[in-house]
């Protein structure tokens, strides 16, 4: 059986290798090593699963530093960590799914953002839930700011002919009740209660 | 004195200033004076030492301000709705310590506590704005890059300011604090031209971000007793950090600032969501990386700053602009660093144009 501290060495050094191998900013190694040494482990095994660019790992390891965080303080009876984070049962899902490794690195990215960002997601959600119910046609398209991150609400249409420019116009004058609804739940509207 | 300083420079060319002689004849004997060519090298930041911008604050520089002392806030822009606020640089830098400040970024590279020896000059500036435009009414502060009142007590610049207001009928004086530090106010007379403003935020901000800050209540406090002595009251619910519980926690503070101080009685509140560029959200979580309030539900904004989102913080201004204008319709009410659309969202009316709201928060 090897000592704890030989099992620490060798993960720093597979934590090197990696960090060498994709190139990792210094100040990122810095942090990763510093962690305690079932985050330092938790960590490389999310890299080598996913095969991760240097981008996702630095993006997962900041959202997942920043859960932790959140979820300290949320709740001080739990001792929150980047290996209890890992092992949360819709990450565990899909470090342990059979699809592809980049497929899944997006996957586990999104699943992270749902996590870090709760009320985002779900004003995100209910948005994209109305946008659906105003069943526009194809040449429609509603475009919300990304990440909710301004107050503006772009309509593009998409034609090709003046009938069908008609024709879609005419149902985006139809929906401008839904829109204007839409248009106001950006705008922070009461009946967003239930997803703030 | 409430802060602690661990040393003090002074620049050669002012060390027989009325503000020399006044620091160094309050000061505890504990902390070192010396005297330096320069106070901008000074006041550069100290590269073996960690945090170098936390250093600065308790390294005192008395010098000479070699640029104008005037100058329109630097939050201004063609973005954003503006209140008209002029800034008067006094000091730079500022003994507290808020894990939000953007000063963390903005005086990265000189974070030595600039205090300007020849202040007087600010004087002969403010009156070319009178004599410029003698029709409008101007709001100036000194609490953008320093707080306005946190050294008061051994600089003795409030009450010259004071004085120098007093007497200015187109100018007004804006004393911006998250201090208790009033007692130098007192007993002098603003004729109207000074306000004290406050910024304030619920227990759970102040405790987990605003350090060495005074508590609320007792900012309040303070508030109320310098209203007792003549002066007008402001107040800037800004940043508003939108955690869970936020908007019970604002209301709340509302509500025990208003039992407190009659809402007629209050010349503005102004308000603001957090915001952070790439760079300040950077070196505010390396040096406050256990500090929640830095982590929440912000997303990059168009602007390039890290913002609340944006239905989450429209929310929360609605909700306490609502309760603003229940408690008083007349009471003057704002927001910073927003767009012309947000103000219209919030306030369902366009945003004034900077000198016509200026002019409203300047007016007595």
């Known amino acids: 059986m090897s000592r704890p501290e030989a099992n620490g060495a060798k993960t720093d050094d597979a934590i090197r290798q990696w960090s060498a191998a994709r190139h990792l900013p210094d100040a990122r190694l810095r942090r990763w090593l510093l962690l305690a040494h079932e985050d330092r482990v938790a960590l490389l095994e999310l890299a080598e699963t996913l095969r991760l660019r240097t981008g996702q790992f630095v993006t997962m390891f900041e959202l997942i530093e920043e859960i932790a965080l959140r979820e300290r303080v949320s709740n001080r009876s739990i001792n929150v960590t980047i290996a209890t984070t890992l092992a949360r049962g819709e990450i565990r899902r899909i470090l342990d799914a059979s699809g592809s490794a980049p497929g899944r690195a997006r996957e586990l990215i999104d699943a992270l953002r749902t996590i870090r960002f709760p009320r985002l997601k779900r004003v995100t959600a209910r948005l994209a839930a109305e946008v659906a119910a105003l069943r526009l046609p194809g040449g429609v398209k509603v475009v919300l700011p990304k990440e909710l991150s301004s107050d503006e609400v772009r309509i593009e249409i998409s034609a090709h002919g003046g009938p069908e420019l008609e024709r879609l116009i005419d149902a985006v004058a139809q929906a401008r009740m839904g829109l204007g609804r839409m248009a106001d739940l950006i705008g922070g509207a009461d009946s967003l209660d239930d997803e703030i | ?364």
């Open chain 2, 1 to 364: 004195m409430k802060f602690e300083l661990d040393a003090i420079y002074i620049e050669e060319g002012v060390r027989t200033s009325a503000l020399a002689r006044r620091v160094i004849g309050t000061v505890p004997p504990h902390v070192a004076v010396s005297y330096v060519a320069d106070g901008r090298e000074a006041a550069r930041p100290i590269v073996e030492v960690e945090d170098a911008f936390g250093a600065g604050k308790r390294r005192m520089v008395i010098m000479r301000r070699r640029a104008p002392f005037l100058m329109a806030c630097p939050a201004g822009s063609p973005k954003f709705a503006c209140c008209g606020y002029l800034v008067l640089t006094l000091a730079s830098n500022c003994p507290m310590d808020c894990g939000y400040c953007f000063l963390q970024e903005y005086l990265a590279d000189n974070p030595g506590f600039q205090v300007y020896a020849n202040y007087v000059d600010a004087f002969d500036e403010l009156e070319r704005l009178r004599r410029s435009a003698s029709a409008r009414e101007f709001r100036v502060g000194t609490g953008e890059l320093a707080d306005s009142l946190a050294f008061d007590s051994i600089t003795g610049i409030g009450r010259d300011l004071v004085e120098y207001f007093a007497g200015r009928e187109n100018l007004t004086l804006e004393l911006k604090t998250k201090t208790d530090e009033i007692e130098d106010l007192i007993g002098i007379d603003p004729k109207g031209r000074t306000l004290v403003s406050w910024t304030l935020s619920p227990e759970r901000v102040f405790r987990s971000t605003e350090h060495r800050t005074a508590a609320p209540a007792a900012r309040i406090d303070a508030a109320r007793r310098v209203l007792e002595a003549g002066y007008r009251v402001a107040f800037h619910l800004d940043p508003i950090i939108a955690y869970a519980g936020a908007e019970r926690d604002y209301l709340e503070l509302i509500e025990r600032l208003f039992d407190a101080i009659a809402p007629a009685r209050i010349a503005f509140i102004s308000m603001g969501g957090i915001r952070m560029t790439p760079a300040l959200r950077a070196t505010a979580r390396r040096r406050f990386p256990d500090d929640p309030m830095l982590v929440g539900e912000e997303v990059l904004g168009p602007d390039g700053r890290y913002r609340t989102f944006t239905p989450l913080r429209l929310k929360l201004y609605a909700a306490l602009s609502e309760r603003i204008k229940k408690a008083d319709a007349k009471l003057q009410t704002y927001l910073c660093m927003e767009s012309a659309s947000v103000n219209s969202r919030v306030f369902g009316e366009a945003a004034l144009p900077p000198a016509v709201l200026g002019a409203r928060l300047a007016g007595n």
